[in-house]
């Protein structure tokens, strides 16, 4: 299985500094929308993205990438602490690392805050991650729904981020990789601005990863650019073969070895 990965980010129309950071190769994709403001939520988006790239190379099992976030979180705090003036910096952070468990690939979904990893499919953009949000919260609980959420005046209060606490408490999902998996991680200024159909619309429409991310951004710009807007795609296939994202996706599951028991 090949997995070929790109990326892109945008500014926006109304912000005046991109603070979202992304990572985007074969192994690892990561995207970071920093909080902060003057507090320097660019800073602490990048200093995720240096992290995981100073360890891609020991991303080998769930609990490496849950103690790379703890790390970026440590870097955070360390940043914080010899700038007191960077205080309240935070990030979120969300991504895939490809993993070899039992002898398959899978992918490691992991979050922390309100951007997303997405599996498209058959014409639909599937959320894998769960919002750690004020609004993820109400809609869990029956308070509101999920299209009262899109407008709601806490939308954008995220309930856990990199730098708000010594300890990062991460979320992680272990996917079995499968021929024609599409996955896409994203900041909040795409998903805001566009509907999770008219994600998997545009996507489906492009001919290969880098079109599909020119024109989901300039869907999100067009839509308002409210916010930093920042994509990745990663798109696993056949060895020697291309992604193509106008072909149907194939639904053969790469097979889980059968555990056999330990001890009789
Ligand atoms: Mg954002």
Known sequence: MRVDAAGATHVGHVRSTNEDSFLASPRLAVVA??????ACGDIASALV????EGLAGELREPLDVTRTVQRANDAILAEVSGH???????TTVTGVAVLDHSGVPHWLVFNVGDSRVYRIADGAAHQLTVDHSETAELVATGRITADQARTHPLRHVVTRALGAAPTATTDNWLVPM???DLLLVCSDGLTDEL???QIARIV?????????IAALIE?????GGHDNVTVVLLAAHQEGSEADLTAPLLTRTVPRRRV?????
């Open 178 to 180: 499968s021929e024609g």
């Open 33 to 38: 929308d920093g909080m902060g403001g003057h």
């Open 49 to 52: 993205i240096t992290t995981f």
């Open 84 to 90: 007191p003036e960077r205080a309240g910096m935070g």
């Open 204 to 212: 489906g429409a492009a001919a290969d990863l880098e079109q599909a």
């Open 195 to 197: 509907e999770d159909d």
């Open 219 to 223: 869907a999100a710009l067009g839509a």
């Open 260 to 264: 056999e028991p330990a001890c009789p």
